[in-house]
């Protein structure tokens, strides 16, 4: 990010793009709410069901009174005081006592409940980093900034609230709140007040900066002064975030704005990064930092000694965790393994035999050529499979060879048959002792070791186990999952310790397994230009190291994964901002393991635009047109839009 945040609001799209009028303007006016201050909640009027919720604690709010009935009276209040007042001077305007005073006397302690109110919304509120970095270097240059707000608190309540959430009073010139002056923004009146103070500033100079369309930018043109539409977090239909309501209902409302805000950081990219940069920033980014975070309380609580993230995601998860460990000043080392299925399925099979060979058929995504790649095999041995490598494995039974044997059966004959199987044996054999060799020499003298993988199944783990196990090589692991599916079950069952951070051994499966069944996409963008893991072998000095294939990935899809990748760190950053700011959230976010997986599902499951293949797993919308229909959740949602 630029230059660690200083700069950031010329990452800022919404802000960037006026950077020009920015560098001339000699006056600049900022709305507060949604703008200088967000929130973690989706909905302001959340706050009202956070008070009572806190007032029934203090129990100075009725009872009967549920934080959900709260909300709707709380809000209907602040209308009749409104609707009273205009009736009485023609404003609207109105104050937080003037609403509290229009609520039932026998609600509670009303005064206690507005105090809370305040409380509530100040635990809520925090600082919009781009905002405020552009408010810093505007205050470095010698312009002044003055803040606007269509608000029912007074100017002091405010700038409490501003100060409470990290931004020093010195940076403001001045604070017009509609609640004092008795006019809003929306009919221009309250930019006029600005005007007003600063006779000797052309309105031409001025510029104003808000998420409202009405008050903030047609407001300020009804008073001659220009203005942006600040959208970072203002709702869109066509959004991932919206679907996320959709089908999910209110899913961590807490990180809600703070994604939107990263989500808005793609300035600097070029037309074709943006889009991946935004999955990054707002969808994989959340998840995955959330995972590091939970990897964090268990390295303290069990005093892990190494975490060894697994390759190929490893390599970029490791880097995601060095930044978790280094913000909470942990030291424990993070070196990624190289292994996969296959550098550890033979390595961790007891016996290799016509049970074993069986299996090899019943693996998903698997050709003829895959399963012969396998093996230590000559050319004169697999030749007369050479019209079949593309085969499927699956299909191998139902496919029939030129002597009348299916290629299956052809394929067992061949791996069994004495020599070959003695060779394979003595090939396994040698493989585990390589891959024991490998990972002892990355473990720690002594204490536990977690390894760290996206998931799903937990086989890789499960025949690391068993390798280490059978060359007698002791350690003592745990098994960290983003995401256990009900497969891991039979492993802890035999008591492997393998756990999974949004859910485990068929917990959230709804929503899991569906991401378990096409994980592809995700697994490409956590990976860096490392190929896979094939075996192992020995160098002349003794070191043993992994054996690699070629990475493959052309520029346009590197660029992609980059970009990516770049969001997602982006969004750590910001996320680490906000702890700060909010220390409090970060436990509250760890509880909702479901929430936290839902995000990463529904990009999974929402429509692109264009209809390539590699967008069905990914959140560009189709755009709604005449009768066209959308399928989500088995349901037709009919265009209304």
Known sequence: MNQQGRELWRDDRFLAAYAGKIEKARLISLDVFDTLLLRTCRNPDDVFVRTAEAAHAAGCLCRRITPEMYRQLRKLAEQEARDGQQRRSGAREISLDQIYATLPEDIGDRKAIAAIELAAEKSSCYLNLSVFSLIRHCGEAGVPVALLSDMYLSAEQIMALLEANGLESRWIAKLFVSSEEGVGKGSGELFE??????????????????DNLAAD????????????????ITPELNSIYEWESILHGDILPELLSLRKLTDALTAPCREEEAFWFRLGAGVMGPFFTLFTEWIVDLCREEQIAGV???MREGSFLSRLLRETFAYHGLSIP?????????????????????????KLFERRNVTVGDILSMFPLEPAEVEGFASYLDLEASCCRQTVMADGVNVEQALSDLLTRPPVLTKIRSFIARQRQLLARYVSGLLPAEGKVATVDLGFRGSI????????????????????LAMGTEAVTPHLLKGMDIRGFAGNAGENADLMTPIARSPQTIEELLMEGVGSTLGYEESPQGQVYPVLSEYRCSAEEQLQKDACQRGMLAFQQMWFKLCAQKPDIRNKALTKKRDILAILRVCLKTPSREGKKQDVFIWKLVEFKGNS????????YKDCL
């Not at 007040?193 to 808000?210: N, T, V």
Request: proline content about 6%; some cysteine; aromatic content about 8%.
């Open 193 to 210: 007040r600005l005007c007003a103070l600063y006779p000797s500033i052309d309105r031409r100079e001025i510029l104003h900066m808000g």
């Open 217 to 232: 930018v047609h407001g300020a043109a009804k008073a001659g002064i220009d203005a942006v539409h600040y959208r970072a």
């Open 308 to 310: 060894l993230p697994l």
């Open 334 to 358: 993070v070196i990624p393994l190289y292994v996969s299925r296959q550098s550890t399925y033979f390595p961790g099979l007891q016996a290799f035999d016509e049970t074993e060979i069986q």
């Open 461 to 480: 783990q499960s025949s690391l186990e068993s390798a280490l196990a059978l060359e007698n090589c002791p350690a003592d692991l745990c098994h960290l």
């Open 629 to 636: 229909t959308l399928r989500v959740e088995g349901y037709r």
